[in-house]
């Protein structure tokens, strides 16, 4: 079966699914900040009762404002405490919506993205995930998967999502959980061809072919044995879509690990190398690569810090070192993401309350400021267009 490579038609058909408040503060600028706008930052804040999305616009020296009206109301609830997961927010690959997940109301925003990076509610666009407790979504050209992971409900569900914004569920997509699995991120490869999902609780790997009907296909032998307790993060390479990177969080502290796979195209996964690749902290949980696909990134809760590697051709990590957040009392410090453009890492400081912000040159990093986020919210996941 050749990869899912086109993009998929929007509309659904009878039933036949077509193929194809605290003020916040700016981030400390240079002494000649540039501030003309370069892109848009979306924090899902997991507000207990009513849900909403923090926006802030990103300067062109990677500084943070928020946008005029932040936090934007998502419709849906959150829970007012973490979520353990990543990937609860995403920005669609047309780059018109927001997705969210409404993890108190068992539910899925979606937010049309307007001209000054501000956000409104699609209407109707707030439909169930499918499950209980969705914690992660993921999409690729209308195609849209969410992890649920609640007890009596824990699963993976698709959806289309169309041109006008409306997440329509995609029959006979779902693929049932045992209630132990705890699944911690959902995503799929650059091409949309495999799809992949972290089972934190029993510290295994779901890896799933993607048909041409949307339907996943199991690969032969997932869910696949991770290579250290707690598979969390994971991320794709984004210039190579059969090599997969995952963080194993919950090993012991000062021994945490981050494996490298290669992904066959049934699904199958198989260790790089020497691999899992020591990381030397506690709690390695969130993952993210830079868009030339050199250097990996992985945010150590447990130890306030990122480990930083370079990633050889073949998908092999070197560890180059590990950068503390500046503030130890971020120690808790949880999701975060790369700059469109690359040069800015942002890294969601649960604790403090705050979105750090970090220069990128290669695979250094400098924390150089942070903006505040919401009063109230219990951030979870990092977007940006």
């Not at 973490?82 to 927010?89: D, H, N, P, V, Y």
């Not at 810090?305 to 971020?330: C, E, F, H, K, N």
């Amino acid at each position: 079966m050749q990869p899912l490579s086109l993009k998929w038609p929007r509309p659904v058909v009878a039933g036949l699914v077509a193929l194809g408040a605290a003020a916040a503060a700016p981030a400390t600028a240079a002494a000649h900040p540039d501030h003309r706008a370069s892109g848009y930052v979306y924090v899902d804040d997991n507000s207990a009762d009513t849900n909403a999305v923090a926006a802030f616009v990103q300067s062109r020296d990677g500084g943070l404002t928020p946008v005029p009206g932040s936090p934007f109301n998502a419709g849906g609830a959150g829970t007012g405490a973490g979520l353990a997961s990543q990937g609860a927010i995403q920005v669609s690959s047309d780059r018109h919506y927001v997705l969210a997940v409404d993890a108190g109301s068992n539910q899925i925003s979606v937010l049309r993205i307007r001209r000054d990076g501000g956000l409104e509610l699609v209407p109707g666009g707030v439909v169930s995930s499918g499950g209980v407790h969705p914690v992660s979504v993921a999409e690729h050209d209308g195609l849209v998967y969410v992890a649920n992971s609640g007890a009596g409900g824990s699963n993976y569900t698709g959806f289309t999502l169309s041109d006008d914004g409306h997440l329509r569920p995609l029959a006979g997509s779902t693929v049932p959980l045992p209630d132990s699995a705890q699944p911690g991120d959902v995503l799929f490869n650059a091409t949309g061809s495999n799809l992949i999902g972290t089972r934190v609780g029993t510290s295994q790997i779901d890896s799933f072919r993607v048909g041409f009907d949307g339907r996943l296909r199991p690969a032969a032998g997932s869910p696949f044995t991770a290579q250290g307790p707690g598979p969390f993060g994971s991320e794709f390479r984004p210039t190579n879509p059969s090599q997969l990177f995952v963080s194993n969080a919950h090993g012991p502290a000062g021994a945490g690990t981050v494996s490298a796979f290669g992904v066959e195209r049934d699904g199958t996964l198989s260790p790089i190398g020497n691999s899992p690749f020591a990381d030397q902290q506690t709690a390695p949980c969130w993952v993210e690569i830079t868009r030339d696909g050199e250097f990996l990134f992985t945010v150590n809760t447990g130890s306030g810090s990122i480990s930083r590697y370079s990633i050889a051709a073949d998908g092999t990590l070197r560890l180059l070192g590990s950068t503390p957040v500046s503030s130890q009392a971020g120690v808790g410090a949880v999701d975060a993401r790369l700059s469109v453009d690359g040069r800015s890492l942002y890294v969601d400081e649960s604790r403090v309350d705050t979105l750090g912000v970090f220069d990128v040159d290669g695979g250094g990093l400098n924390e150089r400021g942070s903006v505040a986020l919401p009063h109230g919210a219990a951030p979870a996941g990092v977007a940006v267009r």
